[in-house]
C-alpha cells in the first residue's frame, strides 16, 4: 500500500487531478498513504495565501465564491476552492441549480474544488481543513479560498487556518450587526456586504459602519482600524459591497484580498501566521501519534479501559491521561 | 496557591456564586488550581443534562435562551446557562437593553450565567467549553443552557459537547432552507423558527417540513426522522414555533427538551453520549499532559525549535512530532 503512494503523490504533482482527488481522500480520511502523502508533500507548502470566507447562511457566500473564483481566472491565476460549509453548493447539500451555475470553473483546468466531507475526521474537521490546504499548496495551486459557514466563536479555528478572512453580510441585519461588533472585530480582515442589489443594503452597510466605529464622513471606502490582533494593528478593514448575481463588487473584493496579503508580508506578519500554522500542524500530529503509540506500547485496550473508567466516574480525565502517560513511559524505560 | 483550590472548590460546591465564577475563571485559562478543581469535581460531574442552543446570528437566540430559562425556572427547575456567542447580550458585545431584560434572570439563585471569554483558551474553545459545563454539572446545576452561534460544521465539535441540540432558526430564509438541509441534519435534535409573530414564519416553517421531507399532511406536530447518527434513529426531530417576545411555544420547546432527554436514556443513546464525552476529556488531557511533560524533560526549547524547523520547512511536522515524541521516550529510558 505504501508502495504506491509516492506514485500518486507524483502523479498529483504532475498535475494529474484525479490522482489529487484520491489524495486528499487519503489525507482527509487519516490513512497511512495520506500521512506519507503530506509528509512527503510538506516542504513544497508554505506559499499558497489561504483565504477564508465566512459568514451566515443565506448571504450568498458560495455565489460569491463562485464569481471571485472567475474574477481570478480572467487574472490569470490558478486557485482551488475548498467547502467546508455543508449548505455549500459543492458539498452533500447540493443544489442542481448551483451545481449548473459552477459548471464553467468545474471544466477548468485551473481551479479545483474540493467538498470536505462533512464527518469521519479522526483529529477534528479543522485539522483535516488544514491537511487538505496543505496539499492543494504542496501542488501548486497559489491561491486556496475555503468556503465555511457561521461567524461566530466556532468559526474562529477554521479562521485561524487563513491567512486572509473574508466575512459575508447580507442585507436586513441592520439591527444585529450592533450585536455582531465583536464576532466581527474578532476574525474579519475584509468585510463584505453581499446582494448589494438589494435596496436594505445600504441599511446594513452603514450599521456596519457604525459598528466599527467607521465615521460616516470617511467615505465609502474609508477603513476601520482592525482589533483582530497585534500584527493586524496596521490594517485597516476594508467594508466591500457586492452582487455576486449582477458581478458587481467582484475587482475590489479580489483588489482588497490581493491588498491585504501583500500587507501581511510587508508588516512582518505572514510569518508570524507561518509561525502559528507551523505550531498548529505539530500540536496535531503529536495528538495523533501519542494516541497510537499508546495502542502500540500498551495494547488497544489500555485507552479504551481509561475512557471507560472515566465514563463510570471511577476516575477523572486529568489522573486517566496522567496514568496513561506514565505507563507509556516506564514501559519505555523497561525496553 | 495550591492549598486554596479546596477552599473554592468547597465553597463552589457550597453554593458560593462568587467562588464558583472564580473557580470557572481558573479553569477557562487552564491554571494548575484549574485543574486540580476539575480533578475534585469530576466524580460529580455525568448528571446534568447538557443542551446546546444554536443559530445565525439574529435569529433572537438569546431572547429566547432567557425565556427559556424562566420557563425551566417556573417549573422548579435549577439552571446554568453558558454563551459561547460572542454576539450574546450575556458577554463582552453585549447589549446594555438586553442585559436590563435579563436582569431578574441575573438576581435569582436558580440561576447561574457564564460567558466564555471569547479567546484565550490553551486547548481550543470547545475543550474550554467542556471543562466549564463539567464544573457546572459537578457543583449541581441538572440543566446547562450552552448558547453558540452559527449552524453549520464548525459547530458540530461544540454541538458534540451537548446531549441535545436545539437549532433556532428566524423565518425570511426560505430560499436558503433547501440549501441548509445538509447542515440541519447533521446536528440538530429540536428544530425551532422563533420570531413566528412575523408573518414569513409560517413559510420558513413550511421549508424547513419540506427539507427534512417532512409531508404536509402530517400536520402541525409531526415529526421528522433524524439522520444524525445510528443512535438518534428512533427520535423523531420536532419542529416547533416560538416567539420569544411574545412568550409563545416556549412551554412547547422545554417540553421537547424534556422528552429528548428522555428519549436519550430510555434508548441507551445517554451512556453512548457519556462515553463519547469521556472519550474528548481524556484525549484533551492527553495532549495537555503531553505538550507540559515535553517542556520539563526536554526543556522549554526543544518544542519551539521543533516549530520553528516546521516553519522553515526544514521539517515536516509529522516528522518533527514523531521525533519529539522519540526524545521523550528516550529521554525516560535514560532517567
Redesign the interface.
Known sequence: MSGTAPTFVEAALGGDRRALARLLSAVENGTAEG?EA??AL??R??EAHIVGITG???AGKSTLVGKLAREFRRRGKRLAIVA??????Y???A?LG?RLRMRDLLTDDGVFIRS?A??GHPG???AATRDVANVLDAVGYPLILVE???????????ARLAHTVVLVEAP??G??I??????LM?IADIIVVNKADNPAARITLQSIRAALGRDRSAGHHGAAPSAKDEEAAGWDIPILQSSAIENRGLAELADAIEAHRAYLQRSGAW?NR??RL??A???????????A??ERRLGGGA?EE???A??R?RL???????T??DA??RA??E?
Chains 1, 2 share one sequence.
Open positions: 500521512a503530506l509528509r510538506y516542504p507548502t508554505g451566515a447562511p443565506g467546508v460549509d455543508p449548505t455549500s453548493p458539498s452533500g447539500g443544489l448551483d470536505m462533512s464527518r477534528g474537521v479543522a465555511t459557514v457561521g461567524a461566530g466563536q466556532a468559526q474562529v479555528e477554521i436586513g441585519m439591527d444585529e450592533q450585536a455582531l461588533k465583536a464576532g474578532e510569518e507561518r509561525r507551523a505550531r500542524d505539530v500540536e496535531a500530529w503529536l495528538q495523533r501519534h501519542l494516541l503509540l499508546l485507552v481509561a475512557v471507560e472515566v465514563q466516574r477523572d480525565p486529568i489522573t486517566a491521561a496522567g496513561l502517560l507509556l513511559l519505555e524505560g525496553r
